[in-house]
């Protein structure tokens, strides 16, 4: 009795499934899911390596520093990205400055309200219409609505009197539309999964549905509208139809138009990063490659950064942050893999 | 081998035949009404003090008078009177799909949440008619706890505040200093000051599942309610936090009217004065506690109680 009782019990390891047992189909099949999860990876990782190895080869400090030389159209590009980099920035801010309370607003209707019920089916037909509008006709559309005498005051007018309808606050609106189902589709994703009995709990102390939006739901909703709000930004940063359309071809400084700075500057032409890839490209009218390579690089940080701040958010416990946190340190443990043995 | 005897049953002693409350001031419990923070009269007990005492009958508070639910075309709860009073606390008792949490939350209009429920027959709170009371005033006069704790993601102190705030006749942002002795007071009553009193700004979701249900109670005293309804409170709670919840229900009957819905039928011997048993959407029988758990008249409350079914 003793003795046994002080050997430890051998651990009975029961003998695991065998995919040799699956019919060849499904092995096949399984076969073929592991490949394209892994050819995904490797695309990804080559886009993110090529564009590392292009970019940083091509980077310089002075890139940031200095402004595009004028007319980019013209032959022998020079100077560098600043005003485009500090363009992406702008249009980014507008567009989601403007997005963020529509979308929440909406979703909080759709979500909370949604009275007349054909009323809510419209207006979720709507988003998804919006949703599927590719951003240049977007783009189209808002040069020829901004470009109507009504909205003169968000554009330059030219000496005989058109509008434009060619501004950083034109961009940024129809950049709002673009960023839209983005910001709508994550906050009411974030209300429904609020438990019903949050919503009874501030009925049940006498509080207006108003009141418990206000102060309990849009609260607790907030990690959802900043991932909205942030993947809505990812959208915008890198979208090039409606800047080309929107704020001017061939602009490449930051031109406000006179007034005040800030307005100034929002009802002014300029230019983005991504319209600054697009010009510098080698397969367009650019012969400066290298400094699309470079702004490419510097965009695609920018969005990765992005990205990594939407897990960041919406990863809610601190258990599944560890994990990703461990995926992390699995990978930089390069003693650890197979090869280093 | 030593033999394990059982540890000696815990009651709560609780008075079978309370003694029911006038309610003029001074204030029960609170000693003349001072806080113990300021040491002048609160504004929660200057408003209790503040109440028309003539308004209020001595004792009975709601009336729930031939009353009928529905939920569409079904009826959940047929031809139920029974009255609601302050210095007891009444036990709402039956199977699951017997009506009574429905019958609860009728009381507070919570059933309205719900599309197509309906109601006949009347519920009156102090004489008056609950369809004619603004819905949001009469919630906060008839406050509710829920089955499963539901304090909302933000601090202790924010969670009562919350039933505090954005009240009719008070100012929308008021500052916290003004808030505090009332959030303490209700933090008191519920029996979680002393608990908390060093850090009200923590995360009320890091409280033990028992001290989250604590809150929700003193968030419910916090707007001073007449009506306490409680469902079923202790059912996600371990013994301990059950025990500690139910003196607090027999304290706070003193101040205010107590319905609760168990399905724990030794709680109802514990802590309610008079039980009301219903089957089916009926009430079956209605009279003290140790009237329907020693001799009950009916013989469906007889095969409840013996477990025959439910």
Redesign the interface.
């Known amino acids: 009795m003793s003795a046994s009782a002080a050997q430890p019990p051998t651990i009975v390891r029961p003998r695991r499934e065998s995919i040799s047992s699956w019919p060849l189909a499904d092995r096949l099949a399984y076969g073929l899911c592991w490949a394209v999860g892994i050819g995904l990876c490797v695309v990804a990782l080559g886009i993110v390596a090529f564009m590392f190895v292009k970019g940083i080869s091509a980077l310089r400090p002075s890139l940031f520093v200095e402004s595009p030389a004028a007319g980019v159209l013209q032959e022998k590009h020079s100077g560098g990205f600043k005003d485009p980099l500090i363009g992406t920035f702008i249009i980014t801010a507008v567009g989601i400055a403007i997005a963020t309370p529509l979308g929440v607003g909406i979703a909080t209707w759709l979500v909370e309200y949604a009275r007349p019920r054909w009323l809510a089916r419209t207006v979720e037909s709507a988003i998804e219409t919006i949703a599927g509008i590719p951003s240049i006709v977007l783009a189209l559309f808002g040069l020829y609505l901004f470009a109507r005498p009504m909205f003169s005051f968000l554009s330059a007018s030219a000496s005989d009197g058109t509008v434009t309808g060619l501004s950083f606050i034109n961009a940024g609106i129809i950049m709002a539309v673009l960023a839209l189902p983005l910001v709508v589709g994550t906050t009411r994703e974030a209300l429904l999964q609020l ?1 019903a ?12 549905r108003a ?1 418990t939006i206000r ?2 739901l849009l ?2 909703s907030r990690t959802g509208i900043a991932s909205g709000a942030v993947l809505g930004m990812g959208r915008i940063v890198g979208d090039t139809a409606i800047i080309v359309f929107m704020l001017g071809i061939g602009s490449s400084k930051i031109e406000g138009l006179g007034g005040t700075p800030v307005l100034g500057t929002l009802r002014g032409t300029g230019t983005t990063l991504s319209a600054y890839i697009y010009y510098y490209a080698p397969t367009g009218d650019g012969n400066s490659p290298n400094k699309a390579y470079a702004a490419g690089f510097v965009l695609l940080m920018i969005v990765l950064a992005l990205n990594a701040l939407v897990t960041r958010l919406t990863l809610r416990s601190e258990g599944e942050r560890a994990a990703v946190r461990g995926i992390g340190r699995r990978m930089w443990a390069w003693e650890r893999w197979p090869w280093s043995r | 081998m030593e033999r394990l005897t059982p540890p000696p049953v815990r009651r709560i002693a609780t008075d079978r035949h309370p003694r029911v409350v006038t309610p003029t001031p001074p204030v029960d419990g609170a000693g003349n009404g001072a806080s113990e923070v300021t040491g002048t009269p609160s504004a929660l007990a200057r408003r209790r003090a503040a109440r028309p005492a003539a308004a209020y009958p001595p004792e009975e508070r709601m009336r729930i008078e031939s009353v009928s639910l529905a939920y569409g075309e079904k009826w959940v709860v047929r031809d139920v009177s029974l009255p609601v009073r302050r210095g007891e606390v009444l036990g709402l008792i039956g199977a699951s799909g017997s009506g009574k949490t429905t019958l609860l939350r009728s009381l ?1 209009r ?1 059933t309205e ?1 719900t599309a197509g429920a309906g109601r006949a027959g009347r519920i009156t709170l102090d004489g008056e008619e609950i369809h004619e009371i603004e819905v ?6 008839v ?2 706890v ?1 089955q ?1 704790p ?5 601090s202790i102190f924010e969670n009562v505040a ?2 505090l ?3 009719p006749g008070r100012r929308r942002r008021a500052r916290r200093a003004t808030l505090e002795p009332e959030v303490r007071e209700a933090l008191r009553r519920a029996g979680l000051h002393e608990e908390v009193a060093e850090d009200l700004d923590r995360p009320a979701l890091s409280l033990s599942g028992g001290q989250q249900q604590r809150l ?1 109670i003193a ?2 005293l916090a ?1 001073d309610p007449e009506v306490l309804l409680l469902d079923e409170p202790c059912s996600a709670l371990d013994p301990i936090s059950t025990a500690v919840i139910e003196e607090l229900i027999v304290e706070l009957r003193e101040s205010v009217a107590i319905v609760i819905v168990t399905h724990n039928l030794q709680q109802a011997q514990r802590v309610a004065d008079h039980v009301a048993f219903m089957h089916l959407g009926e009430l079956v029988e209605y009279g003290t506690a140790e009237q329907v758990f020693e001799q009950p008249r009916q013989q469906r409350t007889r095969d409840y109680i013996g477990g025959a079914f439910g």
Do not use: D, H, W
């Not at chain 1, 009874?200 to 207006?208: Q, R, V």
């Not at chain 2, 949001?136 to 006069?141: D, F, G, I, P």
């Not at chain 2, 539901?150 to 933000?154: A, E, G, K």
């Open positions: 438990p009995r949050m919503r009874e709990a501030s009925f049940a102390l006498g509080k207006t009141t102060r309990v609260p607790s | 507070n919570l949440i949001n005033a009469l919630r906060r006069r406050t509710m829920f499963q539901n304090p909302f993601p933000m919350y039933a705030r954005e009240a929700c968030r419910a707007a």
